[in-house]
């Protein structure tokens, strides 16, 4: 039987968490704003909006080093220090280079957050508590990120109050979890995997993590500013977002049912094809309030379930004792493309406004569709499914692997 003290342990790191997931759902969102009215140019806006990314990326690489070197405790004092400091810095050095600068740093420190809190929560967890631990760590996430959209509404975003919350919000989570008596969690060994080995054996998982970022990168970062720029009131961009949050909570359960028990990669191409006509029907359908809010739940529930989908597709054909190499490799795929989104994205917005990014993204979503159809007609089907389907961010399938080992 776990102690009260492992008990409070867990509950402050899920606290915390989702109090930094609160912070990330509405800076999100603000920034995207925030950088339309500040009109850097579509080259720059995409780089800033990207550079958040490229640092989570390069984090995602570095930041376990970090942490076990120096500690659980003292690396996520370090890295929510380097979250609040950049955040305090950008409305005192309004320059588009300095933002880029900044939020690759805020990139890099959540990285390293997310990377401590769930290798700390895997290892205080008893395995047989797992599931249930990382189903509330999940539900926390989500509904954080939600409420962190209906912030939207309220906030005044021309001036410097978002970003004192923000910073106000990381701060908080480092007092609660720097606060906290904790053990150092056990290191796990696992076997080295080339880079080049996943894509060959699990392409289509490899090709999906990609268009997964792109398209979710795309979407939460322009489609706030653009609705902007049409003179959208803020509380009307504030539900718009939350909805498409919550479409992607509503997602996981019954999408994840379908790919424990059909093909992955036939669900994979459903998924994205499903993504694809919606967006075309987005561009077409008159942009009355009830289609548009109903698309973005469906818009946000494929896009929520794509990346878990690639996930277990890959593990299914990895042997278990890369389970966490196989992990750390799909998170910096899905890394790139969260790059690449806003980057291609600014650009196509610049010369065909919103609808040419909704059919830029369908057109991805359709090609990754094709190309799953066209893996699953040409490689053989797995002889069973070694992995089951879980409910993921890029930043938690280390824990949920994990996890699944200890059962």
Same mark, same amino acid.
């Given at each position: 039987?776990?102690?009260?003290?492992?008990? /409070?342990?867990?509950?402050?790191?899920?606290? @915390?968490?989702?109090?930094?997931?609160?912070?990330?759902?509405?800076?999100?969102?603000?920034?995207?704003?925030?950088?339309? +009215?500040?009109?850097?140019?579509?080259?720059?806006?995409? +780089?800033? $909006?990207?550079?958040?990314?490229?640092?989570?990326?390069?984090?995602?690489?570095?930041?376990?080093?970090?942490?076990?070197?120096?500690?659980?405790?003292?690396?996520?004092?370090?890295? /929510?220090?380097?979250?609040?400091?950049?955040?305090?810095?950008?409305?005192?050095?309004?320059?588009?280079?300095?933002?880029?600068?900044?939020?690759?740093?805020?990139?890099?420190?959540?990285?390293?957050?997310?990377?401590?809190?769930?290798?700390?929560?895997?290892?205080?967890?008893?395995?047989?508590?797992?599931?249930?631990?990382? %189903?509330?760590?999940?539900?926390?996430?989500?509904?954080?990120?939600?409420?962190?959209?209906?912030?939207?509404?309220?906030?005044?975003?021309?001036?410097?109050?978002?970003?004192?919350?923000?910073?106000?919000?990381?701060?908080?989570?480092?007092?609660?979890? %720097?606060?906290?008596?904790?053990?150092?969690?056990?290191?796990?060994? %696992?076997?080295?995997?080339?880079?080049?080995?996943?894509?060959?054996?699990?392409?289509? @998982?490899?090709?999906?993590?990609?268009?997964?970022? +792109?398209?979710?990168?795309?979407?939460? &970062?322009?489609?706030?500013?653009?609705?902007?720029?049409?003179?959208?009131?803020?509380?009307?961009?504030?539900?718009?977002?939350?909805?498409?949050?919550?479409?992607?909570?509503?997602?996981?359960?019954?999408?994840?049912?379908?790919?424990?028990?059909?093909?992955?990669?036939?669900? $994979?191409?459903?998924?994205?094809?499903?993504?694809? +006509?919606?967006?075309?029907?987005?561009?077409?359908?008159?942009?009355?309030?009830?289609?548009?809010?109903?698309?973005?739940?469906?818009?946000?529930?494929?896009?929520?379930?794509?990346?878990?989908?690639?996930?277990?597709?890959?593990?299914?054909?990895?042997? /278990?004792?890369?389970?966490?190499?196989?992990?750390?490799?799909?998170?910096?795929?899905?890394?790139?493309?969260?790059?690449?989104?806003?980057?291609?994205?600014?650009?196509?917005? &610049?010369?065909?406004?919103?609808?040419?990014?909704?059919?830029?993204?369908? @057109?991805?979503?359709?090609?990754?569709?094709?190309?799953?159809?066209?893996?699953?007609?040409?490689?053989?089907?797995?002889?069973?499914?070694?992995?089951?389907?879980?409910?993921?961010?890029?930043?938690?399938?280390?824990?949920?692997?994990?996890?699944?080992?200890?059962?």
């Amino acid at each position: 039987m776990r102690s009260k003290s492992a008990s /409070a342990q867990i509950g402050v790191l899920v606290l @915390a968490t989702s109090i930094i997931q609160l912070a990330n759902g509405f800076f999100g969102t603000f920034i995207s704003l925030r950088v339309g +009215l500040e009109d850097f140019g579509a080259t720059l806006s995409g +780089l800033v $909006l990207s550079s958040y990314f490229a640092g989570f990326t390069v984090g995602a690489l570095r930041c376990e080093r970090i942490i076990g070197r120096i500690g659980h405790i003292r690396a996520y004092a370090a890295f /929510a220090g380097m979250v609040v400091a950049a955040t305090a810095l950008m409305p005192l050095w309004q320059e588009p280079l300095a933002w880029l600068a900044l939020r690759a740093v805020i990139g890099f420190g959540c990285s390293g957050l997310f990377i401590a809190t769930e290798s700390w929560l895997n290892a205080k967890a008893a395995p047989t508590e797992r599931g249930r631990i990382f %189903s509330i760590y999940m539900l926390g996430t989500f509904l954080a990120l939600a409420l962190g959209q209906l912030l939207i509404g309220k906030a005044d975003i021309e001036t410097a109050g978002p970003f004192n919350g923000i910073a106000v919000l990381f701060a908080v989570a480092l007092v609660l979890v %720097s606060t906290t008596r904790a053990e150092p969690p056990l290191k796990t060994v %696992s076997a080295a995997l080339p880079f080049t080995r996943l894509p060959r054996a699990a392409p289509i @998982a490899v090709a999906g993590c990609v268009v997964s970022g +792109l398209l979710s990168a795309s979407f939460y &970062a322009l489609v706030p500013a653009w609705m902007q720029d049409e003179g959208i009131a803020r509380e009307t961009i504030a539900l718009f977002m939350l909805i498409a949050v919550l479409g992607g909570l509503a997602f996981q359960v019954p999408v994840g049912r379908l790919s424990d028990r059909f093909d992955r990669r036939l669900v $994979l191409a459903i998924l994205s094809l499903g993504f694809a +006509l919606t967006a075309i029907v987005v561009v077409n359908l008159p942009h009355s309030r009830p289609v548009v809010l109903t698309a973005a739940a469906i818009l946000g529930g494929f896009m929520s379930t794509l990346y878990p989908v690639c996930v277990a597709n890959a593990h299914d054909q990895m042997p /278990a004792d890369q389970v966490v190499a196989v992990s750390g490799q799909l998170i910096l795929t899905s890394g790139v493309g969260s790059v690449l989104g806003p980057l291609i994205g600014t650009v196509v917005m &610049a010369h065909f406004s919103i609808d040419g990014l909704f059919y830029f993204m369908g @057109a991805v979503a359709l090609l990754l569709s094709c190309t799953a159809m066209a893996g699953r007609m040409l490689a053989l089907e797995p002889e069973h499914q070694e992995r089951t389907f879980e409910i993921l961010a890029p930043q938690a399938s280390p824990l949920a692997h994990d996890q699944i080992d200890a059962l």
